[in-house]
């Protein structure tokens, strides 16, 4: 995690630096304000990573004596093929196009969105690929 507090403490640098530039030569407030507040999420993304370092050991890849093969292990479990997110896809575009052609075409998108999403949800408890 050192690496990564190292990195957006960089950002936050640069943030620090460029803003006060940016607002004397363009005089313009909202592209001042924009770059503040990213510069304040990278001090608090920052904060946020060295806090976490300090609580930790350090891993494989904050080593200078780390192997790869101590980074190995179990990452987790992908899914196999699902059909699902292409259901919750088509929905979305449902629920995105209610506005323009009516509202009851939202209301529709919404009710096979709870399908589409609870099938999504579920599918690993039931058939094939059952845990």
Do not use: C, N
Not at 10 to 30: C, K, R
Not at 66 to 76: K, P, R, T, V
């Amino acid at each position: 995690m050192r690496v990564e507090a190292w990195i957006f403490g960089a950002l936050t640098i640069f943030f620090g630096i460029v803003t006060p530039i940016y607002f004397f030569m363009s005089h313009e407030l909202a592209g001042t304000a924009a770059l503040i507040m990213t510069g304040l999420l990278t001090l608090m993304i920052t904060l946020y990573f060295g806090l976490v370092a300090r609580r930790i050991d350090r891993r494989p890849e904050d080593r200078q004596d780390g192997e790869i093969l101590e980074g190995a292990g179990d990452i987790g479990f992908f899914p196999p093929q699902s059909k699902w997110p292409l259901f919750v896809a088509l929905t979305f575009i449902l629920v995105v196009l209610g506005p323009v052609f009516g509202w009851w075409l939202m209301i529709v998108g919404f009710g096979f969105g709870s399908l589409t999403l609870t099938g999504m949800l579920y599918e690993f408890y039931r058939g094939d690929h059952a845990h």
